[in-house]
């Protein structure tokens, strides 16, 4: 039974930082990532990261996101500095199994970035 549990959300200044944290069990993932949903809006992909270690990012938040993966420990993280009210969210763990290439998604965790 494959599980992903998120977490590190919270409310945040701008320009304050959040590191978000993602335990996966019960598979080995090809590429794991964030995805994130704002108010009205649909999903999108924030950050990406291949079993190799390639990254990719949204063009939103470059330069100020950073993620990053443990293939022992099977988790993702994502290091967000620089936040902006616009990145406010509820924030997705993703992962795709290798060997069935199924997606699947924590529960969310949220982020307020306000003053």
């Known amino acids: 039974q494959v599980q992903l549990v998120e977490s590190g959300g919270g409310l945040v200044q701008p320009g304050g930082s959040l590191r978000l944290s993602c335990a996966a069990s019960?598979?080995?993932?090809?590429?794991m990532a964030w995805y994130r949903r704002a108010p009205g809006k649909q999903r999108e992909l924030v950050a990406g990261?291949?079993?190799?270690?390639?990254?990719n990012y949204a063009d939103s938040v470059k330069g100020r996101f950073t993620i990053s993966r443990d293939n022992a420990k099977n988790t993702v993280d994502l290091q967000m500095n620089s936040l902006k009210p616009e990145d406010t969210a509820v924030y997705y763990c993703?992962?795709?199994?290798?060997?069935?290439?199924?997606?699947?998604w924590g529960q969310g965790t949220q982020v307020t970035v306000s003053s």
């Open positions: 993703n992962a795709r199994s290798v060997w069935s290439s199924v997606d699947y």
């Open positions: 019960g598979s080995i993932f090809s590429f």
């Open positions: 990261v291949t079993r190799g270690g390639m990254t």
